[in-house]
C-alpha cells in the first residue's frame, strides 16, 4: 500500500518483476489536472486525468527551452512529476519492462488480458480480461482541451515521461477499437505509441523510485503570504534577464496555459500572455470563470482600472474589450487584462488575460498583435490563422492581406453575418459579388466584397466561404463542414484596384465544375475529395458513401456498390471491365501500387466504366472498401464505404 502524504489517500501497489508499481491511477487534485467531463465521481474510481504540466513538470528546471519545445534535459531523469515522493512517472522504457514481465509470465495469455480488470467492448466484441498480476489498468479515459472527453469505460491513455519528438511525448492505449486492429493485423503487444501534446488529459501509473523534481538553488524563492502577494522583505525583480513571473501573478503558471512572453521598451515593460485550460460549453459558464478569476485577483490586491480596445488577443474570436485591473507594489505597476471569446458553433467559450508589469513611470506600450490599420481592425476577432505579410502594388498605394478561417460546420454563416454586420456598422458598404479569382485557392465559389472610402484611402472587406470535409478528432465521423477565406485591400482612392492574382482558369483541371452528365454522381453520395493534373490534364472527383463500421456487415457495402454500379449505366456509361479484387489489390490499383498493408479478409467487386464525350473521356470506378482511419488522440476504427470515383481526361 502507498500513503501519498500530501492529501492522505491510499493506493494499492502491486510487485511486478524487480518494479513496484501503483494498482490505482493517481488521483492527486494538482492545479490545472482535471476529472473526466468535470465530474468528481468518476475521479473517485478512475482517478484524475494530467496534462504535460503534470507529469512532465514543465514549470520547472526540467526543460531548457520551454514548453513549446518539449526538448527535456537529459540529466533531469527520471521525474517525479506529479507522483508522491519516493514515486515517479514511468518512462517508456520502465512500461516496456513491465509488458515484457507480463508476456513472459502470463502463460499465454494476451497481454491486455493480463493488465486489464473486465472486459472491454470493442465493437460489440469482447475480450476475457483476468487481470492476473492485479494491476487494475482500468479504462479511465482521455481529454482533449478542445474535443473534450472520450472512451470512458473503454479505453485507457497512460503517461510516459520519454519525448520522442521536439513536440510530442510517447502515451500508451489500451483497449477499444485497438483491439479491433490486433485481430486484423496482429501484433506483439496491446498498446499502441500515440504522440500528444499539451493540451491531452490522461492518467497517470507512478511506479516506486526516487524521481527528480524542479529546484534551482541558485534561484531565490520567494515567500508568499496567506494571500499570495510576496512578503515586504522578498522583492521580486521583474526586470531581470529572466523572463519568469513575479510573485503578484504566479499562480497564473498553475492555474492558466502561458501562451507568449514579450519584453518591450526596452525592458521597461514585460507582458505574457496566457488562455483558459479549460473548455467551456456554455457562455453562463465561461462567466463564472472569469468572475473567479476577478474575484481571485481581488483578493491579491489588484483593483479594476477601466475597460479598453482589446489589443492582447486574436484567436478564437475575442471581444473588442478587454477589462483591466491594477495594483501597484514600490516603483512597479502590475496589470490583468482579460478578454472574454467563443465560437458558439462549437460550444467553445474561454477567456485571454493578458499580464504587464511596468516600470514606475513607464507610458504603457500597446501589444496589438493585429497588424490591420484602425479602419479594418474589426476584423481582427474572426481569424483564427495569423495574418499573411502584407502585400505592396502600384509603388505601396495598395496594399493586400490574406486570411484563412477554421473549419466550422455549418457556423459559418453565422460567423460572417457578424462580420457583415460589423463591417456595416463600420460604415462599409456592400460593393458586389463575383467569382472567386481574389485567393490562392482551390474554392470556386463566390466572392462577396464591403468597402468604405475614408481620408483618400478605399479599405475592401472580400470573403468567401467553401464547403469541405473534416474528420472529428474524437469520432469516427466525418462530416460536411465550411472553411472562409478574407482578403483585406486598402489602397488610395484616386487609382483603380490593382489585380493580385491571375483570374482563375474554370476550364482548367484544377477549377473545373463536374461536367452536368456526371452530376448524378455528386448527388447520389455522402462525402467528396478532388485532385487533378496538368501533365497529363485530368480531374478526379472521389465520392463516398459511408456505410458502416463494421467489417462483418461487409454485404451491405457490397449492396449499396452494385446499386451505385446500377446508377452507372443508367446514366449512358458503357462497362469496359468487372474484376474480384481484395483490400491490399484494391489499394495497389487506387494509390499507385501503395498499401496499409491491413488484410480485413474480404473481397470486393471494382466495376470501370467509360464514356467518351466531345472533349474529355470520362472514367468511372465503383467499389467497396474498407480502410483503416485514425484520430488525433490516437483512437482508431475502420470505414466501410461504397465509392465513385469519376475522373475526366482532356482530349
Known amino acids: 500500500m502507498l500513503t501519498d502524504a500530501r492529501d492522505g489517500k491510499v493506493y494499492k501497489t502491486v510487485k511486478l518483476g524487480s518494479q513496484e508499481w501503483m494498482a490505482e491511477n493517481l488521483n492527486y487534485a494538482v492545479e490545472g489536472s482535471r476529472c473526466y467531463d468535470n465530474d468528481k465521481k468518476i475521479c473517485e474510481k478512475y482517478g484524475r486525468l494530467y496534462n504535460l504540466e503534470q507529469v512532465l513538470d514543465t514549470t520547472s528546471q526540467a526543460f531548457e527551452r520551454g514548453l513549446n519545445n518539449l526538448r527535456l534535459r537529459s540529466d533531469f531523469h527520471p521525474r517525479q512529476g506529479v507522483c508522491p515522493n519516493g514515486w515517479h512517472v514511468p518512462e517508456k522504457a520502465e512500461w516496456d519492462t513491465l509488458f515484457a514481465f507480463a508476456e513472459e509470465n502470463g502463460g499465454g495469455e494476451k497481454l491486455e488480458s493480463s493488465l486489464l480488470p473486465y472486459d472491454w467492448d470493442d465493437y460489440h466484441e469482447k475480450l476475457n480480461a483476468s487481470n492476473k498480476f492485479g494491476f487494475n489498468l482500468i479504462g479511465a479515459g482521455v481529454c482533449h482541451e478542445e474535443s473534450g472527453c472520450t472512451g470512458l469505460d473503454t479505453l485507457t491513455y497512460v503517461w510516459t515521461a520519454t519525448v520522442v519528438e521536439p513536440e510530442y511525448v510517447m502515451m500508451y492505449s489500451f483497449g477499444g477499437p485497438l483491439t479491433l486492429l490486433f485481430r486484423q493485423k496482429p501484433l506483439p503487444y496491446a498498446y499502441t505509441n500515440m504522440y500528444v501534446t499539451e493540451k491531452h ?5 507512478c511506479v516506486k523510485g526516487e524521481g527528480k523534481k524542479s529546484h534551482n538553488p541558485e534561484k531565490n524563492v520567494v515567500k508568499s503570504s496567506s494571500s499570495g502577494v510576496g512578503s515586504s522583505d522578498s522583492v521580486y525583480n521583474p526586470f531581470d534577464t529572466v523572463p519568469e513571473l513575479p510573485a503578484e501573478m504566479a499562480f497564473l503558471d498553475s492555474s492558466y496555459k502561458r501562451m507568449s512572453y514579450a519584453s518591450m521598451g526596452e525592458g521597461k515593460q514585460k507582458v505574457w500572455f496566457y488562455s483558459n485550460k479549460t473548455k467551456y460549453s456554455f457562455v453562463e459558464s465561461q462567466d463564472s470563470a472569469a468572475s473567479e478569476f476577478v474575484k481571485n485577483i481581488g483578493r491579491r490586491g489588484f483593483s479594476y482600472e477601466g475597460a479598453v480596445r482589446n489589443d492582447s488577443a486574436r484567436c478564437d474570436y475575442y471581444d473588442d474589450t478587454s477589462y483591466v485591473y491594477v495594483m501597484e507594489k514600490g516603483d512597479v505597476v502590475y496589470k490583468l487584462a482579460l478578454t472574454k471569446g467563443a465560437i458558439p458553433s462549437n460550444s467553445n467559450y474561454g477567456f485571454n488575460i493578458k499580464a504587464v508589469v511596468l516600470k514606475d513611470g513607464f507610458k504603457e506600450l500597446s501589444t496589438k498583435t493585429s497588424v490591420l490599420p484602425d479602419e ?13 505579410p502584407a502585400e505592396e502594388y502600384a509603388d505601396g498605394k495598395q496594399t493586400v492581406w490574406r486570411v484563412e478561417g477554421p473549419a466550422c460546420g455549418g457556423g459559418c454563416d453565422s460567423f460572417i453575418n457578424e462580420l457583415v454586420s460589423d463591417a456595416k456598422e463600420n460604415g462599409f458598404v456592400f460593393s458586389g459579388t463575383y467569382s472567386n479569382d481574389s485567393l490562392d485557392n482551390e474554392y470556386t465559389g463566390d466572392s462577396h466584397v464591403y468597402s468604405k472610402t475614408s481620408d483618400g484611402k478605399v479599405y475592401s472587406v472580400v470573403f468567401t466561404k467553401e464547403e469541405t470535409v473534416v474528420y472529428n478528432g474524437l469520432t469516427p465521423v466525418p462530416y460536411h463542414s465550411y472553411m472562409y477565406f478574407i482578403k483585406l485591400i486598402v489602397r488610395d482612392a484616386n ?14 483541371p484544377k477549377y473545373r465544375e463536374i461536367p452536368e452528365d456526371l452530376k448524378f454522381v455528386v448527388d447520389s453520395t455522402q462525402l467528396m475529395t478532388r485532385a487533378f493534373s496538368n501533365d497529363p490534364k485530368w480531374t478526379v472527383w472521389a465520392r463516398s458513401t459511408l456505410v458502416n463500421y463494421d467489417s462483418t456487415l461487409f454485404d451491405e457495402v457490397l449492396a449499396v456498390a452494385d446499386d451505385y454500379a446500377a446508377l452507372v449505366t443508367s446514366n449512358g456509361l458503357t462497362l469496359k471491365s468487372k474484376e474480384t479484387l481484395t483490400m491490399n489489390e484494391l489499394e495497389k490499383k487506387l494509390y499507385n501500387n501503395n498499401t496499409s498493408g491491413w488484410n480485413f479478409g474480404v473481397e470486393t467487386t471494382v466495376y470501370t466504366f467509360e464514356k467518351d464525350v466531345e472533349k474529355f473521356r470520362y472514367e468511372i470506378l465503383v467499389y467497396a472498401i474498407i480502410e483503416g482511419k485514425s ?8 470505414e466501410c464505404r461504397a465509392d465513385i470515383r469519376a475522373t475526366i481526361y482532356d482530349k
Open 631 to 638: 484520430g488525433n488522440l490516437g483512437n482508431r476504427w475502420i
Open 376 to 388: 479594418l481592425f474589426f476584423v481582427d476577432k474572426f481569424l483564427t490563422k495569423p495574418i499573411k
Open 201 to 205: 488529459y490522461a492518467s497517470i501509473r
Open 495 to 508: 487609382i483603380d484596384e490593382v489585380p493580385t492574382e491571375k483570374k482563375k482558369d474554370y476550364d482548367s
